[in-house]
């Protein structure tokens, strides 16, 4: 079955890699992968004043940075290339030429100022009335065409019937064809529009299963007439329920993050932004949290449901900790090397060593490795900076009274150790009849500048003595200065 399973993903780069494109594409790759088949990364560049080399990279870019390998595509190479849309013009000329001399195309030297003018006067006749071309240049031939004039190529629609096409996911599918028009195939320039472009290629390439947002069913049947002319064969098709905003909107921008980019520079972990992104539209019982592997053996159309949904920030950020807190999801040394990056940017390079000490306290809490690169400000930062609320509250003269005599405490310990550390100080506390809290928290807010932070006394050690001493100075200084 893998040889003949073949599917693809085929972005624009005409901007980012949109989160919504991203789930059009896990869902093709995971069929392909658990079918043993093909995916097929193809760059559909016919937009020339807006797509973009830049724009292209970031697309391979991203995709890599989430682990939707292609087995065909840009860079990999394949037998079915090129895959710029822009690099097969004569391959798609040469399907329209066919279309035109069989007298299933035509060309149509109708202006745009002639179409306009009956878009206007059907309006006047009728404002409700949908417009349809009126098929001026559907029975011409070449002894009617002008010479030296721009045309664009029309698939002759047939007048009756209906065009039908079964969908995966909805089922099912059926459209009259008197409702539609006349359509255009290709530009006056040569490049072809969107329908006639998906087909040669998707017919060429092989693929056999066309999955994509439910935003393309009205293009399905227009692909369907186009298959029929040209006599090939017409394959699967799944359309999968659209991904809105909270008011039901197309998502963008307006309503936060949206591409790839964004929420890698935001410290997700790509494994857990593709599991929120899989159980967007699709199910598996009530399981949620699911790895790259559980959703490549689960994965199946069966699953898709057909009901829009709307985008969740709080429950991506909610799967995407589960990606990181538990150790079956993401082991200890992919987790420290996902999250270096991170604090390489931020502090400059840090010693590996130290970062895999700190990571077991921090990585509890840290729903992304830019919230666990902020929550070690303190060890890598070259200054370290306090919250105004936790240096107001606890590095007052009152209460900061005990962090010289802590200083003396660890300055002379042995071994600087966390839980020998923390033996001494409990021990201190009882002696004097201290309260274990009156020297801890404004010694935290001394090493750390946090009310919040790590164990105290684990903090200490990684930061080491020397630091550790240092800073329980400045926070007495702070504390009673003026």
């Known amino acids: 079955m893998g040889d003949s399973v073949r599917l693809r993903f085929a972005p624009s780069p005409t901007g980012y890699l949109h989160i919504g494109g991203v789930r059009t594409a896990l869902f093709n790759w995971l069929w392909a992968r658990r079918l043993g088949g093909t995916f ?130 909805f089922g099912q599918q059926r459209f009259p064809a008197d409702a539609m028009q006349d359509f255009v195939l290709i530009r006056s320039t040569g490049m072809p529009l969107y329908n006639l472009g998906c087909v040669i290629d998707d017919h060429t390439m092989g693929i056999s299963l066309v999955a994509r947002g439910r935003d393309h069913m009205i293009n399905t049947p227009l692909q369907v007439l186009i298959y029929q002319a040209l006599g090939f064969d017409v394959p699967q098709f799944a359309h999968l329920p659209m991904m809105l905003g909270k008011k039901n909107e197309k998502l963008s921008k307006r309503h936060g993050a949206v591409s790839v980019a964004e929420y890698r520079k935001a410290g997700f972990k790509p494994d857990g932004l593709l599991n929120y992104l899989a159980r967007f539209g699709w199910s598996h019982g009530d399981q949620e949290v699911f790895s790259l592997d559980d959703l490549i053996q689960t994965f199946d159309w069966a699953g898709c449901n057909r009901s829009d949904g709307r985008f969740d920030p709080n429950k991506l950020l909610a799967i995407n900790f589960e990606h990181l807190k538990e150790d079956h999801l993401t082991d200890e040394a992919t987790y420290l090397k996902q999250w270096a990056p991170y604090v390489n940017e931020a502090y400059g390079e840090v010693d590996e060593a130290r970062l895999a000490k700190v990571m077991p306290l921090i990585r509890p809490r840290a729903k992304t490795y830019l919230e666990a690169t902020e929550r070690v400000d303190w060890l890598f930062a070259t200054e370290l900076v306090f919250e105004d609320k936790s240096k107001n509250k606890f590095l007052t003269a009152d209460k900061a009274e005990h962090l010289l005599p802590l200083r003396d405490l660890v300055q002379a310990h042995e071994p600087f150790e966390a839980t020998s550390l923390e033996e001494a100080v409990k021990a201190w506390a009882e002696r004097d009849d201290i309260k274990l809290g009156a020297i801890a928290q404004p010694a935290r807010v001394a090493l750390t500048g946090k009310g919040a932070s790590p164990g105290l006394f684990d903090v200490m050690e990684l930061l080491g003595r020397e630091t550790t001493v240092a800073r329980l100075a400045a926070g007495h200084a702070l504390a009673t200065e003026g």
């Open 40 to 169: 097929v990364l193809r760059i559909e560049d016919t937009d020339e004043a807006r797509s973009t080399e830049e724009n292209t990279q970031v697309i391979l870019r991203d995709m890599r940075w989430l682990g939707l390998n292609w087995d065909e595509g840009p860079e990999v190479g394949g037998d079915h290339g090129p895959y710029f849309q822009t690099q097969r013009r004569d391959l798609y000329q040469k399907y329209v030429d066919q279309l035109v001399e069989s007298g299933k195309a035509y060309r149509c030297y109708a202006t745009k100022d002639e179409l306009q003018k009956a878009r206007d006067e059907l309006k006047a006749k009728d404002p409700k009335a949908q417009f349809k071309y009126p098929g001026w240049w559907r029975d011409k031939g070449p002894a009617d065409w002008p010479k030296d004039q721009p045309y664009v190529i029309r698939l002759k629609v047939p007048e009756s019937g209906d065009v039908t096409y079964e969908d995966l996911v």
